[in-house]
């Protein structure tokens, strides 16, 4: 959409009683201001651990996480999965820091945050009344 554009339909908007009356460019540059608190890098941050959890698969291995740790054949056991399809999804967690890993011996354990588990219990929640 062109700028101009935009911009005529902020005035409609103001001019319809919806919003206070301003100038367009104020309240663009308002909005824009908005946005700028938060800086590009934290929105990556985001956007990845977003991902991280836009899965069903990673989204059922944070639901066995957040009570135990759990070793990645416990997790492929429980979900059914296979070796290279568990590896995948538990390295996407683990890289947008959504789990964190140990070895002991041949055996790799995963494990999430008391405040990560915490969190996702509240979106849980959130899911459940929407």
């Not at 908007?13 to 201001?33: F, I, M, N, Q, T």
């Not at 967690?93 to 011996?105: D, M, Q, S, Y």
Request: include cysteine.
């Amino acid at each position: 959409m062109s700028v101009t554009l935009a911009r005529q339909r902020l005035k409609r908007l103001a001019a319809s009683g919806l919003r206070e009356p301003c100038r367009p460019s104020e309240r663009v540059s308002e909005l824009r201001k908005r946005v700028g608190k938060v800086d590009d890098l934290t929105i990556a941050r985001l956007e990845q651990l977003f991902f991280g959890l836009a899965d069903r698969t990673r989204l059922r291995i944070m639901e066995l996480l957040t009570s135990e740790e759990l070793c990645a054949c416990e997790v492929m056991a429980a979900l059914d999965l296979t070796q290279p399809t568990t590896s995948h999804h538990l390295g996407i967690l683990e890289r947008v820091g959504l789990i964190t890993a140990r070895r002991e011996g041949k055996w790799v354990f995963y494990r999430i945050s008391n405040k990560v588990a915490a969190l996702l219990n509240k979106w849980y929640e959130l899911a459940e009344r929407s």
